[in-house]
């Protein structure tokens, strides 16, 4: 199979769908490996890396396109790479469709197969593609709401851990999955006073016995929000319905009970943002203010550290990339109901019901469409 990747031109998007290391071992599964030149930049990868991979340069993306049966890469596909795809092309990256009709739309007249990295499941339930992303962003959260908090950036100017004689931030973190816990950590980690929202109790004792006491927990309702917001210097929105748009916790009325420079960081942003307020914004400008509450909604945080996020990102997905390029999707798929359940799009048709709920469109099942 001719596997391509191009270059990320979502703005300020630096990481690249296929490491070297990926790119040697697709070749030597018999697969041809083609590069966008300069797409792995960003991430430290540079063209003769690849090329000592393996894998061939190619100069543009439009040729990547026209040539691979396999499109690899890290964010959706932007209005002009979605023209490129072709009926019967694999596309297989993050798509997050819920709060993207337009996308959604052009993929499904495009007649690709989208696979969405953040839909593919695991035995236990997790979302392993997702996860390292997760880990990444929820580790980046307080440190970018720090920067927020600080009165140049329009924050409250408050420290994290504080000082003697001085008490730490506030945060609050609404999620305790896979970025809320690593929000928790570098946030509890910096100093601050963090107390973790969740609607399951066992994960709530998870987080009581993994902090020892370094963190509060709560059973997450709008009333213990409604006490708790009014003293909070920063909150992360890390609540997570796979595939579907993320609920708004925080509506616009209660920012009225927040302090002015108060900070909100939604983690959600890709599948429509947990807050009323939330807009997505970009690395060149993170940050905007509502009713004196600062917002950092960046909608790819893991860009910001790009190796790192490349990196990890890649070790998670080569084992399904090799499946899909050894198999084709549809053997892949048949035999691996995890990686089917990250089918999205199909011929023309929406295979994933959290979206088609998100966005009033007819779903096929994707096992109806792995027949068809």
């Known amino acids: 199979m001719k596997i391509g990747c191009p270059k990320e031109i979502k703005p300020q998007e630096f990481r690249v769908g296929i490491t070297p290391n990926a790119a040697q071992e697709a070749v030597a599964h018999g697969h041809e490996v ?5 797409a792995g930049v960003g991430s430290g990868f540079d063209d003769a890396a690849y090329e000592a991979a393996g894998a ?9 396109f026209a040539a691979a049966d396999m499109i690899v890469k890290v964010k959706e596909p932007q209005a002009i790479e979605r023209k490129m795809l072709r009926e019967g092309q694999i596309l297989f990256t993050y798509l997050h469709l819920a709060p993207d009709p ?17 839909t593919v499941t695991d035995r236990s339930g997790g979302l392993p593609l997702l996860a390292p992303m997760s880990e990444v962003a929820g580790r980046l959260a307080p440190q970018v709401g720090a920067w927020t908090l600080q009165k140049a950036n329009g924050g409250r100017g408050v420290l994290m851990g504080g000082v003697p004689g001085v008490g730490p931030a506030r945060v609050i973190v609404i999620g305790g999955g ?30 009581d016995d993994l902090f020892m006491g370094r963190l509060k927990t709560g059973y997450s309702t709008a009333g213990l929000l409604d006490e708790l917001l009014p003293h909070a210097d920063m909150v992360v929105g890390a609540v997570l319905i796979p595939g579907a748009a993320a609920p708004k916790l925080i509506s616009r009325a209660q920012l009225s009970v927040m302090k002015p420079g108060a900070v909100l960081v939604d983690v959600a942003i890709d599948q429509g943002g947990c ?7 970009t690395h060149k400008d993170p940050i905007y203010e509502v009713d004196g509450v600062m917002h950092y909604c960046v909608a790819n945080m893991p860009g910001a550290v790009a190796r790192t996020s490349t990196i990890a990102l890649g070790n998670a997905t080569l084992p399904f990339m090799l499946a899909l390029a050894d198999k084709g999707w549809r053997k892949a798929c048949a035999e691996d109901e995890h990686l089917l359940n990250g089918l999205n799009v199909h011929a023309g048709k929406l295979t994933y019901f959290a979206v088609g709920k998100a966005l009033g469109i007819d779903v096929v099942s994707p096992s109806v469409a792995l027949k068809s």
């Open 275 to 281: 807050f009323e307020t939330s807009k997505a914004t």
């Open 34 to 38: 083609l590069i966008e030149t300069g």
């Open 178 to 207: 896979v970025v809320g816990i690593n929000a928790a950590r570098v946030a509890a980690g910096m100093g601050a006073d963090v107390t973790v929202l969740d609607r399951s109790l066992p994960r709530l004792s998870l987080l």
């Open 102 to 118: 337009e996308q959604t739309r052009d993929l499904m007249e495009s007649g690709c197969t989208a696979i969405a990295y953040e």
């Open 56 to 64: 061939h340069i190619i100069g543009s993306a439009e040729e990547v």
